[in-house]
């Protein structure tokens, strides 16, 4: 926190972070979602803002904000409308987080009245994959840009970071184990480990989610040739 109040690396950069969940509506009632707060992806924002970037922040529905003024945030509630927001700002952005917890399946329909129960027992909902928003723009970004993403598993955590950073383009994933305790959704605290290109693992301690943010800024920040 002192570090980057008074000393602002990123002035002049600017910044893209995506976070929270996307929801996907049924009807006009009912959506399909998950359990991300956007806890982790706002502290990055702020984070990233602290230390002197111009931050653009797509964020999913959540009763969360930024709080530093140098955060813009844009809110949208799908991930169709959260990949057009992120592609408005993507190829001006010198550093992209995808932080999001984005839906990986939208309903083929939405019903514009309330979906009424029937007479049977069961219901079957069609879904339709949504675009893969780091995977797509990730494989047009420009050069010099630094590209982080996000890796929540709860199972085969290593191989699956390591996949995601290959395939989706990245300069770092941020790996997120569900099974360590005090980290994952709703907490206050994370536990996570950085992988880079080059192939360094970087494994940080329980932490609160800002000093993790912290810590990633600092790595992003290196990525961009500053001190
Ligand atoms: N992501 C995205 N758009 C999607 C799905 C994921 O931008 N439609 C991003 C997330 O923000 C995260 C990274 O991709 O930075 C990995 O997301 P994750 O859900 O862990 O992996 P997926 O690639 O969706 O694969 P799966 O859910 O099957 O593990
Ligand atoms: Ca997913």
Partial sequence: QQYFTS???????????????????????????????????????????????DVTLVLGPTHL?????????????????MYNRSADHFAGSNIVVMAAAVADYRPKQVADIKIKKGA????????????DIL??????????????????ETNNEKEYALKKLHEKNLDLVVMNSLNDAGAGFNHDTNKVTLFDRQGNARELPLKSKKEVAEDIVKAITAMTGQQ
């Fill in 7 to 53: 000393h602002q690396p990123l002035k002049g950069k600017k910044a893209l972070v995506t976070a929270g969940p996307t929801q996907e509506p049924l009807d006009p009632v009912r959506y399909i979602s998950n359990h991300s707060s956007g806890k982790m992806g706002i502290a990055i924002a702020d984070a990233l803002a602290t230390a002197g970037a």
């Fill in 135 to 152: 995977r797509t723009l990730g494989a047009q970004r420009p050069a010099g840009q630094v590209l982080v993403g996000f890796s929540l």
């Fill in 120 to 131: 049977g027992d069961e219901l079957t909902l069609e879904l339709e994959k949504n675009t």
């Fill in 65 to 81: 904000s930024a709080t530093h003024p140098g955060v813009h945030t844009l809110r949208v509630v799908t991930a169709a409308d």
